[in-house]
């Protein structure tokens, strides 16, 4: 409940949105937009996602998480197939699928068979291509155990690791 400048407690309306104050974190005070009597417009404006803002100098062109990679209406992604195993798989995805695990060093994998079937869930890949208005890259993701992984390359050098969700450039 908010006050007034002189003091008197304000009841916010059932169409009130509450949104974090300067100090954006958790717990701290909320300010109260209340929308109730506001025409259509002000209110279907007030549920559209904030514009995407260009990354900070040395921050990913792609986002930090692949939450924001697939949230970015600038960047386009499409689904170029789903593998698994090494049935299908084009030799280029396995061997950039060999060549993320060797920069990352999670596994001693030898063959991409192994390394299918000892770091990747169910031997399940999928293939997508991200672009922005720079650049095209390949995203190669798959899950180890509740964790979504992979790498996403740019022509055929390695550009980001996933790890949990986080998109770390390299």
Known sequence: MQQRADKKPVQASQNAQ????????????????????????????????GKQEAPAAGGSPLGETTEELRANPA????????????????????SQIMAGIAQEGVSDATSLKQALDEYVDEGRVWLSSVATSAATYNWIRFYAGDTEVGYIFKGGALAAIVSDGAINMT
């Open 18 to 49: 509450t949104e974090p104050d300067a100090k954006g974190a958790a717990g701290a005070k909320s300010k109260v937009r209340d929308l109730a009597g506001a025409g259509f417009d002000v209110q279907a404006k007030s549920l559209e996602p």
């Open 75 to 94: 960047i386009k992604i499409s689904e170029l197939g789903t593998f698994v195993g090494e049935k299908g798989m084009p030799k280029a995805v396995g």
